[in-house]
């Protein structure tokens, strides 16, 4: 009876020993802002506020296998800090399972479309240190998204090439067929950068009431009325090409451009956007800037705009920084382009940016990653 219970009290001090192993993580990322739409309209506003910027919390975990494969899967949710104006976020965030060798890895599950990915593949001078000022940037990848249903494949890297294909599963419903394909490509090397990515949304429905090739706000697809019929061949599409030198340590300049067109029927429209950045790191201190131009859809005049981003961060340990972000954007008379972030914009109701706003955004925040 001795025997068994020391081989019982044995195995459980073993078995953890051999299981795959799990890391907990997240970041608390929160900021006293300031915001202000201008455009003489009923959604004028000017208040300053405390606010989450997309606090948090993951787990993750690799296992290995024969063959010298191995599995990685992660689980990371939206957590707010000291607001109850947006939504909880459990499985909200990136999430997915994989395997990875020597022949690159494939992973399904929830994550950012290759569009998201290459600024941090291709153009990571093209960055941002809170939600504040996160529109700026992002207005220069309208169609990037975090997709469902979704597979990808990134190869391993040979002789400084890189290259991710991935499907997406879309949605088949009695009044949408919608399913995607994506692919990126870069050369990497000390110095610099250079990749494309290229996104493909398309919706085979004939019929209903709504439909939308691609789940994001920024695809331009909106009901089609009650009843309506819509043609089959409805598509969203967009390309992006983008650079990034490093011609000292820890200095990185960026470009990119990105042209996006759209299907609904019998219209299409196209629309051009392009910008540029820089991120520069000494010491504890940070300094990135943005500029973005949202060129006008060739179907509504004036429907552009520009914007300008900067931040700063001060490291005040090796997990925790205090963040200072500035933004600001200028529409056309027609656009309601650049809201600066879901921060920006959320409150009890949700506000929306008018045609020809001028909106600013202002925070200082603390965040500490774990």
């Given at each position: 009876?001795?025997?068994?219970?020391?081989?019982?009290?044995?195995?459980?001090?073993?078995?953890?020993?051999?299981?795959?192993?799990?890391?907990?993580?997240?970041?608390?990322?929160?900021?006293?802002?300031?915001?202000?739409?201008?455009?003489?309209?009923?959604?004028?506003?000017?208040?300053?506020?405390?606010?989450?910027?997309?606090?948090?919390?993951?787990?993750?975990?690799?296992?290995?296998?024969?063959?010298?494969?191995?599995?990685?899967?992660?689980?990371?949710?939206?957590?707010?800090?000291?607001?109850?104006?947006?939504?909880?976020?459990?499985?909200?965030?990136?999430?997915?399972?994989?395997?990875?060798?020597?022949?690159?890895?494939?992973?399904?599950?929830?994550?950012?479309?290759?569009?998201?990915?290459?600024?941090?593949?291709?153009?990571?001078?093209?960055?941002?240190?809170?939600?504040?000022?996160?529109?700026?940037?992002?207005?220069?990848?309208?169609?990037?998204?975090?997709?469902?249903?979704?597979?990808?494949?990134?190869?391993?890297?040979?002789?400084?090439?890189?290259?991710?294909?991935a499907y997406d599963f879309g949605t088949k419903t009695?009044?949408?067929?919608?399913?995607?394909?994506?692919?990126?490509?870069?050369?990497?090397?000390?110095?610099?950068?250079?990749?494309?990515?290229?996104?493909?949304?398309?919706?085979?429905?004939?019929?209903?009431?709504?439909?939308?090739?691609?789940?994001?706000?920024?695809?331009?697809?909106?009901?089609?009325?009650?009843?309506?019929?819509?043609?089959?061949?409805?598509?969203?599409?967009?390309?992006?090409i983008g650079a990034n030198v490093t011609p000292i340590?820890?200095?990185?300049?960026?470009?990119?451009?990105?042209?996006?067109?759209?299907?609904?029927?019998?219209?299409?429209?196209?629309?051009?956007?392009?910008?540029?950045?820089?991120?520069y790191v000494v010491g504890k201190n940070g300094f990135?800037?943005?500029?973005?131009?949202?060129?006008?859809?060739?179907?509504?005049?004036?429907?552009?705009?520009?914007?300008?981003?900067?931040?700063?961060?001060?490291?005040?340990?090796?997990?925790?920084?205090?963040?200072?972000?500035?933004?600001?954007?200028?529409?056309?008379?027609?656009?309601?382009?650049?809201?600066?972030?879901?921060?920006?914009?959320?409150?009890?109701?949700?506000?929306?940016?008018?045609?020809?706003?001028?909106?600013?955004?202002?925070?200082?925040?603390?965040?500490?990653?774990?």
């Amino acid at each position: 009876m001795k025997k068994i219970i020391a081989l019982a009290i044995a195995s459980a001090f073993v078995a953890p020993a051999v299981m795959a192993e799990v890391t907990i993580y997240g970041s608390i990322r929160t900021a006293v802002e300031y915001s202000k739409i201008s455009s003489a309209g009923a959604n004028d506003l000017s208040r300053v506020r405390f606010v989450d910027e997309s606090s948090r919390i993951g787990f993750k975990g690799t296992d290995k296998l024969d063959s010298g494969l191995e599995t990685f899967w992660q689980i990371e949710n939206k957590i707010r800090i000291g607001t109850g104006d947006q939504a909880t976020g459990w499985l909200e965030r990136n999430n997915w399972v994989g395997v990875r060798g020597a022949f690159g890895e494939v992973k399904g599950g929830k994550f950012d479309d290759v569009l998201d990915q290459s600024n941090g593949d291709f153009f990571p001078g093209i960055t941002n240190y809170g939600d504040t000022s996160d529109g700026v940037g992002s207005m220069i990848r309208p169609a990037k998204q975090r997709i469902n249903n979704i597979v990808e494949y990134t190869s391993p890297n040979i002789a400084g090439f890189n290259g991710k294909v991935a499907y997406d599963f879309g949605t088949k419903t009695t009044t949408a067929n919608y399913y995607g394909v994506q692919a990126s490509a870069w050369y990497q090397s000390d110095l610099f950068r250079l990749g494309a990515a290229y996104k493909r949304n398309t919706d085979n429905a004939t019929s209903g009431t709504y439909t939308k090739v691609d789940s994001a706000s920024a695809s331009g697809f909106t009901t089609s009325g009650a009843g309506a019929n819509i043609a089959d061949g409805n598509y969203y599409k967009s390309l992006q090409i983008g650079a990034n030198v490093t011609p000292i340590a820890n200095l990185n300049i960026a470009a990119v451009w990105n042209t996006t067109k759209s299907k609904l029927g019998a219209t299409a429209t196209r629309q051009n956007v392009w910008g540029f950045g820089a991120e520069y790191v000494v010491g504890k201190n940070g300094f990135n800037g943005t500029f973005s131009k949202v060129g006008a859809k060739d179907t509504t005049a004036n429907s552009g705009a520009w914007g300008v981003e900067a931040g700063y961060k001060y490291m005040l340990s090796k997990q925790t920084q205090v963040n200072v972000n500035l933004a600001y954007v200028k529409n056309q008379s027609a656009g309601s382009n650049g809201n600066p972030s879901t921060a920006f914009t959320a409150s009890p109701a949700a506000v929306t940016v008018p045609a020809g706003a001028k909106t600013v955004a202002a925070a200082v925040g603390l965040r500490t990653d774990f």
